[in-house]
């Protein structure tokens, strides 16, 4: 790789907004895997392609707002008809969130195979949002992505009180007054947002490990919900930035990939050597307690003693 | 004790009844308790206790009747309200501390977006000495025990500074000193003027620490003071059909004829 230096002007730029988006996304996606909505997230990706390709239907622009407003209305229209299956039929979760994730998820690959298929002026292109493809951004395009993101942390940071009780103890929020239901949907709401706008880095079908891998691996490190946050946003930057130099470095490497793919290089340093929470720590103590068993020194935390 | 307190029953369920889908599991439930009070709700497993409580705070819907606390819909009086929910509800891998958790019981009282400070701390650690938590107040939540955890809730629900408290099933899977702590935290409460509602589970404790109870079995079979409801013909209307408590009863009956 020959580093930064010898990236051009505009490949900066949309690295500056891209590494924008994998913080947001990770913050915003830490929430969304304490509420245990991980799944939430690919319903809506997987939904968002179908609203690409309408929205370049419906006005015959290709400009990034349009799309992704297309792509935003659609993942709505997506969790819309989840919330509606679990509400008025006896569907399980996962098996509502499959259900919308295949069909939404065929309905936009239908919908841009007869795109290619009739030749549509100005509709090629459009499959970069399968996989996510940077290099085509603008700067003005890099601007509103970082934007949106920096919006998104703002809001999480704001509400971090209500989000987190919340997450951890709906009925006692519920109870003392708070409005769990409308923070439930403001919670799912953002996360569409945030896979929305992590679609042109990541694409329709990766851009969900976006805002569920990093959080994961960043709750490996930490006990607190704040250096949560702030390392799955750390987490998401650096593999965002890593994918788009890769891909910028290697011709036509899709930025998806890559960037999930760095995501789960630091999941996996996370998962075997996080100090307290990782495999080989976890290995260690147990090991550790067997032996002091054996040999019979093992005796009662004092804290537990007082009231076990 | 507030003046409007005093004149109305802290608590006032009006032909209450509750159906999950078609289901109906509490049946036009009228109960009325004035404070101070240490009052526990009992019946068998499925009686619908649990229920009865969340119904009252609002968290399940009323299939019909109304609930009144001080003499006011549920929303007029939250402020004054705390509320312990059953153990298992949460999730204790969650990252928090035990300080994180306590002071949650300030957070409606600061409102949308307002942090906690030194005050709401300073509610928090006192809550957390009265349980006897206060050196672990930096640890996460998922490395205490089950009573360490029960005591977490009750702390939280001591930094609501309320007037009438709901516990919903405090003690189950919690070891006996802590059962004692909770239950003597639970007993200061009732001394400074507030009303406390458990369900609870237990025959054997309800009639050591209870000076009301109401016995239900989807239905209210009974409520009053302690020493005239838990009586052998009561008891028998309430379990009717549960053999696997009849040991427990028996025991109940003996020790409630010998306290009478």
Redesign the interface.
Known sequence: MNGLVGLPYNTLVVAAAVAAVGFAAGVVGSFGVLRRRALVGDAASHATLAGVVSAFLLTGRRDLPTLLAGAFVAALVGLGVLVAIRRFTRTRDDAATAIVLGVSFGLGIALLSGLSARGVAGAGGLEQFLVGHTAALTAGDAATLAGVSLAAVLVVWLALKEATLVAFDPAFAAASGWPVTLLDYALVALVAVMVVVGLPAAGAVLVTALVVIPPVAARQWTERVGPMLLLAGVIGLVAAVGGVVASAAVPRLPTGPTIVLAAAALFAVSFFFAPQRGWIARRRMIRDVARRIAAGTLQPDEDDADGG | MSADGASAPALELHDVTVAYGRRPVLWNVDLAVTAPGLFGIIGPNGAGKSTLL?AT???VPLAGGRVRLFGKPL?AV??R?G?V?QRE???WD????VM??VL?GT??R?G?????GAAEREAARAALERV?LA??AG??IGRL????QQ?VFLA?ALA?AADLY?LDEPMAGV?V??QE?IFRVLDDLRREGRLVIVVHHDLRTAADWFDGVALVDMRLVAAGPTASVLTPENLRRTYAGHLDVLDELGRAVERGGRTS
């Open positions: 969340k705070l609002g968290l929303a939250r402020d309200i509320y929910p509800t949460v999730d969650f990252p928090v501390s994180d958790v949650m957070y409606a600061l949308w977006f307002r942090r906690p006897g050196d672990l640890r996460q025990s089950g009573g360490q005591r939280r609501q709901f070891d000193r802590s702590r």
